[in-house]
């Protein structure tokens, strides 16, 4: 048997203990048989994890597959991701585990209370001697896994608003572009087509082909969900298949199509199966219709039934305009027989013609006092051209650029004579210098203490030390002779 059958029950995520002897591995030396010291009989003295592995290679083999059912409770997934659970009836319990591969597969949430039926083998717990069921399967009693797990997701989303009327969306009433989302195999599409074709032949549709059943249909309906949906110009999805069995269709029951559709960016019509075919993806979606072609014709209505109650609504719109000026012609028929009303006409020429000469008159005094006006502000303008910064400030500019010019030719012209000054000293400087004369190959001789320069020979004697500086470096000398000047 495996170690993990030797986890504790109690606390499932301790470390498993050593593995123990099972009829499929081997046990220690057994003891030798004793003899009772009363009856002279031999014996058979057991371990306790003998008699342990005995006992369960016994129900092992004898229950190695049994169907279960009873109520859960203390039921606890760890952390580890096995399960462990009590199952009971009215009289009797027995404790329960189901590893992590085994809770994967199950298709919906065991809670405490819930009757199920449990399929797997029966064995014993050897550190606490307790025997258990070792579950390989789980299934509520009386309700299919996947209906069950269909009711709790359906409660769940319910819970989160995703069925709620207020975020209903309202279908536009004459879409320009469709995006449809089913197989391309089916009749569904062929249906939708054809329906949209006869209704709206100039709508635009775009169709993302999906798998609407097997394994992996699931995601694939919600990717093509999201990739319509986001497609410029969209205005409505259509999302659906044609009819078959509940099996065929549970595709559409899944968590993520319901929250792919949930969060659609346009509306969506939910179309999936025959008109008694119900799924979340019709819960969630803004409108459910029984069957694809349906679907068709709720997102567009017949073109010729819009254009039929458009000229409906023009002749109405005319026939009341026409009563309108009808009773407008009456009315004024009726003032214009009153006897207060008569001549009314001439009063309101004469008026007329007198609110013409006014006008006139008004026009006229417009134009001269703006002809004023003109003139007054064009002799203003002149004076002020004369007296214009910028124009003054150009001339400012013109003769700075000019002094500047002037400035510059100056400096340049007494810079270069004062050059042409300091090179002239300079090289009567150099002339003069004694660094000069010692460049051309003389020397300076000093006594030996640095403090005058010798300039006779009677001055120092043989043995005397001197310096001797040249144009590169300094010697130092013996005297070994003197020759006086004899001109002296």
């Known amino acids: 048997m495996s170690s993990l059958f030797d ?162 969306r309202p279908l536009p009433a004459l879409p320009r572009k469709i995006g449809v989302v089913t197989s391309l195999d089916g009749a569904a599409v062929r249906d939708i087509v054809q329906i949209l074709r006869r209704r709206y032949a100039n709508v635009h549709l775009v169709i993302r082909p999906t798998r609407v059943q097997g394994e992996d249909a699931a995601l694939d309906i919600a990717r093509g969900v999201r990739a319509v949906s986001s497609v410029k110009g969209v205005d409505v999805v259509i999302v659906g298949r044609g009819g078959g069995a509940s099996e065929d269709l549970w595709a559409f029951n899944a968590e993520v199509v319901a929250r792919a559709i949930a969060g659609c960016q346009v509306p969506i019509v939910s179309a999936v199966g025959h008109e008694t075919d119900v799924t979340l993806a019709d819960f969630v979606a803004d409108l459910r219709a029984p069957t694809p072609s349906a679907a068709a014709e709720l997102v567009v209505a017949r073109k010729d039934e819009l254009t039929a109650n458009i000229e409906r609504l023009e002749r109405r719109m005319r026939a009341a305009a026409a009563a309108r000026l009808h009773r407008c012609e009456s009315r004024l028929r009726a003032l214009d027989a009153r006897p207060g009303l008569s001549g009314m006409v001439g009063r309101v020429a004469g008026r007329s013609r007198h609110i013409a000469e006014l006008t006139h008159e008004l026009r006229r005094a417009i134009r001269e006092s703006v002809a004023r006006r003109a003139r007054r502000h064009r002799a203003q303008q002149f004076l002020l051209d004369a007296f214009n910064p910028r124009r003054r400030l150009s001339e400012m500019r013109t003769r700075l650029v000019g002094a500047d010019g002037r400035l510059l030719t100056g400096w340049e012209r007494r810079r270069h004579a004062a050059d042409a000054r300091l090179r002239s000293a300079a090289a009567g400087l150099e002339s003069l210098s004694p660094l000069a004369v010692l460049a051309r190959g003389y020397a300076v001789c000093w006594n030996a203490e640095r403090t005058a320069v010798v300039r006779d020979a009677a001055s120092v004697s043989p043995g005397d030390r001197v310096h001797v500086r040249l144009d590169r470096g300094e010697l130092e000398c013996d005297v070994r002779g003197t020759t006086p000047d004899p001109s002296r």
């Open 7 to 168: 986890l504790p029950f109690d606390d499932p995520s301790a470390d498993p203990p050593d593995r123990e002897a099972t009829p499929d591995r081997p046990t220690r030396e057994r003891p030798p048989d004793r003899q009772s010291p009363e009856r002279g009989l031999e014996r058979r003295v057991l371990t306790v994890s003998e008699l342990t592995a005995r006992v369960r290679g016994t129900l092992e083999q004898e229950f190695f597959e049994v169907w279960v059912e009873g109520e859960l409770s203390s039921c606890r997934v760890w952390n580890t991701g096995h399960m462990y659970f009590t199952l009971k009836d009215a009289s009797a319990q027995i404790r329960g585990v189901m590893f992590r591969s085994a809770v994967r597969a199950l298709r919906f949430t065991p809670n405490d209370g819930l009757r199920v039926v449990a399929r797997g083998r029966v064995s014993v717990y050897s550190p606490k001697g307790e025997y258990q069921i070792l579950c390989e399967h789980l299934e509520p009693a009386g309700l299919g896994a996947r209906q069950l797990a269909f009711e709790q997701l359906k409660a769940r989303l319910a819970a989160e608003g995703l069925f709620a009327a207020a975020r209903k």
